[in-house]
Structures are given as structure tokens and as C-alpha cells.
């Protein structure tokens, strides 16, 4: 064997009593488990240690910081070994041309705007697949964005699809189901995105669920009518009979503090009815968006540039201030902004960083020249969640793991480098809202199954050799709202594809992940 893993507390993944056992690994999958007599060309000893199979970001905005940054410690060192991209509607593939560059500058506070990333010359999801399995730190599974897709076809308008548009978009989406997309997201606060109503979405749902796909909505509020909002989903997929995973599922704003039992009834129905859903969660109360995102719908219409134009002319500019401040725009999912409650965490000019990154705005005159002065990449985190509504959502076995972690920006939210040591040393070892082996089910186990991976989640034999070996009396998450970049403590080591990409807290120079590809039907 090349790798013994010696006296290990398995944890594997599967919800069940964790035990004490050998592992081998073998070119890259996990070949034997037990009191093992033989050993390997190198012996790991876990005495103290929990090993389980390695954790999956279900909500990740890791599209070009896999390729940005080989070292991408930030999510390796948190035992992740996989993450699903293409969230929230927006995201670089299928694209080309005019839309790419539209896309690239509507969420360069996600992800920058892509000058500093080798060869961005693909055009097809199959192809930018391709690149990622050139080499990257972690495996990366991808998402069809809905809103990309509708913006190449539509555009960035406020109006229908025609019939032969809506055409166009079922032969995208389909393409990219074909070349090994695992299913489609949107972002129905986001533009384009938003505006597409629910049968042209129903319609795209059709196609993921005809090639076993499932669709991951970041839906239309999760303020204001949030519980209308899921409704909707759980309806629209339901008609389409396609599997739902819903997206950073909170409820947040004063509207919803302590209602999270409201949306679990929902969905407990739903599942006593027969649907397939699962849902993920990041483990802290702050959101984290671009500030433009917070603008209503119809000021984003016809894209960064327009948007741009707006905010430059004062009559606009007032009946934006006005949505946000006075009705509630629907990019603040229907709730006036409280601006008190908005911080910047990163610009997209770093010569404003110094002046504005962690400073709460004080109004919409300081975010409109924010907004010109950085043209639109600008990252905000909301401090608008409620820890009882996390700590309830988390519980639910239809939950998995998710960071929604944005990796840009001088002083980003601590979820892209803690999510998943929060939830080991946070909500396991401290609170005991989780049980160590539901947890990593949660983490691990569950989202394998919801993508349809069948050697993966699991520290089974046959399985990939996806692991981390964590310490569970010390594992915990460096990264503070404060000090959102610190590692985390107690996960020593992380393989993928049965090679160390993090050894004795450090992470290697080995590149073993690559695109996963959606299981054919």
C-alpha cells in the first residue's frame, strides 16, 4: 500500500458510531480498513485523531481563486477536498465575448475581475472543466449558471424570454449538463437572473432533471416573503420533477428572527410529499454580497455599464436611494437597507481598500460614490442573521455544509477560511448542536449522495482516498470577523486522490484535484 493510516478514530461519513481502525490507501483509493498486519510505503500514526472522508463545499465562488492561486490553503486547510462552483446564477462558463466581460465585472467583488488568471480563454463548461483538470489544489465540481446563460441569450433586460430565446437557453443548459456539469444554479436577486419568471425557470429545470442534474437557487428573498420565496422553489421543482438544493438557506432580517421553524415545516412537507431536497448552510450570522447586488432590480438592467449611468445621474440615483432606503429593493430582498448593518470587506481598486474596508457605510451618498468611485466591485458583508435560526436550519437532515466563500477583498467574511472547522470545534465540541458523526455526515456523506458521486463521502473501501484527519479536542476556526484570514487549528492533515495537499498543517506543493464530472443518468 502507499499510504497505512494507523490507529485512527473513523468517522465515515455515514451518520453511524465512529470506530477505531487501520486504513490503507492504494493509488488513490482507500483499499483496506481494519487491524491491518502489513503496512505501506508510509505510515500516518492518527492515535488521537479522527479521519473522515474529505468535506465538500456545496457553495463555493472558488471559480478563478482555483486557478488564481494553486495554494488555495484556504479551503484545503479546512479539510475540503471538493467544491461546487458556478453559484448563484453567475459564473464564467458557458460565456464569451461581450457577456463574458459583462459577467466578469458584475462580480468582481466575488472573484475579481480575472486580469491576474492565466489563460481565461475558454468558452464551454466542458472547456473550462478542461482547464481545472490541468491541476488544482481541491477537486471542483460546476454548475450551469442560469443567469450567465440568460444574459447571453436574453441580455441583461428586464422582459420574457421569447420561445425561440427560451430554446436557445434549454440547448445551454443541456450542453453544459452533457459536458459534466452536476446541475444549474440561480440567482434570482441577482441580474439577469432575476428576471426570468417561473415558467421559463420551470422549463430550464426540466432539461437539469432529464440528465439527473439538480437545481440550486439562491432565490428571490430572504427577507421580506423568504417563506413565499422558498415556496416557490420547492413548487417550481416539484412541477419540473427535478431535485432541489436550496442555496445558503437562512432566514435573515428582523422580519424573520425566529422563524426558522416556519421554513422547515415547509420543506418537511414537502419531503412527506415525496420531493427531493437538500439545502446548505454557513455556520455564522453575517451575509457577504457585492454592494451593487443590494441595488433594486431595475437599476442593474442592461448591465454594468448602464448601471454605471444611473448611479452618475442624480435623478436616478434618487429613485434608487429611495428603493433602498424608504420601499425596500428586491436586491435587498424587499427590506430597506439598514445601513449600519453594511460593512465593506473589500474593494476592487486596492487603492480604495485604506479608506473604506471595514468601515460601516452611513448612508446611500457614501455607497453611491463607493459604488462610481470602485466601478461596482465592491464586497459587503450584511450583519442581518440570527444565531437561533442558524443553530435550528443546521440540525435538519437534509442540511449540508456550504461557505459561500468569497476569497476577495482586503477583509473578506471568515466563512471562506472556517466554515468547516466552525462547525467541528464551534457547533460539535462547544455548543453540542451536533453530534461528531452527524456532523460530518452533514459535511461530507450527504453532499457526496445529493451529487450523485458514488466512490466519494464515504470512508469506505473502494472509495476514493478523499480524506482529513482532524483532532476533534482542538479542531477549531482561526478566522474571525476581525482577523477572517487566520488557518484554522487542529487538521494536520488533508488528502485528495490519496496525496497530502496539507501535511502536519502545512500545505504541500501537490496539485491532485480536477474537475468532477456529473454521473451519467
Not at 410529499?273 to 446548505?280: E, R, V
Request: overall charge negative; some cysteine.
Amino acid at each position: 500500500m502507499d499510504l497505512v493510516i494507523r490507529g485512527a478514530r473513523v468517522v465515515d461519513g455515514g451518520g453511524g458510531p465512529s470506530y477505531t481502525a487501520d486504513v490503507g490507501v492504494h493509488e488513490g483509493r482507500i483499499v483496506a480498513i481494519g487491524r491491518l498486519r502489513s503496512g505501506g510505503r508510509e505510515t500516518v500514526d492518527a492515535h488521537g485523531l479522527a479521519l473522515a472522508p474529505g468535506f465538500v463545499d456545496m457553495h463555493a465562488h472558488s471559480d478563478l481563486a482555483l486557478l488564481r492561486d494553486p495554494d488555495h490553503s484556504a479551503k484545503a486547510g479546512q479539510g475540503i477536498t471538493l467544491e461546487v462552483l458556478g453559484q448563484d446564477g453567475l459564473s464564467y462558463a458557458p460565456a464569451g465575448g461581450r457577456t463574458l466581460d459583462q459577467v466578469r465585472a458584475a462580480i468582481a467583488g466575488w472573484n475579481g475581475d480575472g486580469d491576474d488568471v492565466p489563460d481565461l480563454g475558454w468558452r464551454t463548461v466542458g472547456a473550462y472543466l478542461d482547464r481545472l483538470d490541468r491541476g488544482i489544489a481541491v477537486n471542483a465540481a460546476y454548475l450551469v449558471p442560469q443567469g450567465t446563460v440568460r444574459a447571453a441569450v436574453v441580455g441583461w433586460t428586464d422582459r420574457p424570454a421569447t420561445p425561440a430565446e427560451l430554446d436557445r437557453m434549454r440547448a445551454q443548459v443541456a450542453e453544459g449538463l452533457a459536458q459534466g456539469a452536476v446541475g444549474m444554479s440561480s440567482g434570482l436577486t441577482y441580474t439577469a437572473g432575476m428576471y426570468a419568471d417561473g415558467t421559463e425557470l420551470t422549463e430550464l429545470c426540466r432539461v437539469v432533471a432529464s440528465y439527473g442534474g439538480y437545481y440550486c437557487p439562491h432565490h428571490r428573498s430572504y427577507g421580506r416573503a423568504a417563506l413565499e420565496a422558498y415556496a416557490e422553489m420547492v413548487e417550481l421543482a416539484g412541477t419540473a420533477g427535478c431535485a432541489l438544493h436550496l442555496a445558503h438557506a437562512t432566514m435573515n432580517f428582523p422580519e424573520n428572527r425566529g422563524r426558522a421553524g416556519e421554513l422547515l415545516d415547509l420543506l418537511d412537507a414537502a419531503l412527506a410529499a415525496g420531493a427531493d431536497i437538500s439545502l446548505d448552510t454557513y455556520p455564522y450570522t453575517a451575509g457577504c454580497t457585492t454592494l451593487v447586488a443590494l441595488l433594486p432590480g431595475w437599476a442593474n438592467e442592461g448591465g454594468p455599464a448602464a448601471v454605471l449611468q444611473r448611479l452618475a445621474d442624480p435623478v436616478a440615483a434618487e429613485r434608487i436611494r429611495h428603493a433602498m432606503e424608504v420601499t425596500g429593493s428586491d436586491g435587498c430582498h424587499g427590506v430597506p437597507v439598514d445601513w449600519s448593518a453594511v460593512e465593506v470587506s473589500g474593494t476592487r481598486d486596492p487603492s480604495l481598500a485604506g479608506l473604506w474596508v471595514g468601515r460601516r457605510l452611513d448612508g446611500w451618498d457614501s455607497a453611491r460614490r463607493l459604488l462610481l468611485a470602485d466601478r461596482l466591485g465592491t464586497a459587503v458583508l450584511q450583519h442581518v442573521g440570527h444565531e437561533e435560526n442558524v443553530r435550528a436550519i443546521m440540525r435538519h437532515p437534509v442540511h449540508t455544509g456550504g461557505s459561500d466563500g468569497i476569497l476577495q477583498g482586503a477583509k473578506p467574511h471568515p466563512r471562506a477560511y472556517g466554515t468547516f472547522p466552525h462547525y467541528l470545534g464551534h457547533y460539535v465540541r462547544e455548543a453540542g448542536v451536533l453530534g461528531l458523526e452527524e456532523c460530518v455526515a452533514h459535511l461530507a456523506g450527504r453532499p457526496a449522495k445529493r451529487l450523485r458521486l458514488p466512490d466519494r463521502g464515504l470512508v469506505r473501501e473502494g472509495f476514493r482516498a478523499d480524506l482529513v484527519l482532524f483532532d476533534p479536542e482542538t479542531v477549531a476556526a482561526g478566522a474571525t470577523y476581525a482577523e477572517p484570514r487566520r488557518p484554522p487549528a487542529g487538521i494536520p492533515h488533508v488528502l485528495v486522490d490519496g496525496r497530502f495537499v496539507m501535511r502536519d498543517g502545512r500545505r504541500t506543493d501537490v496539485l491532485a484535484g480536477c474537475s468532477v464530472r456529473r454521473s451519467p443518468v
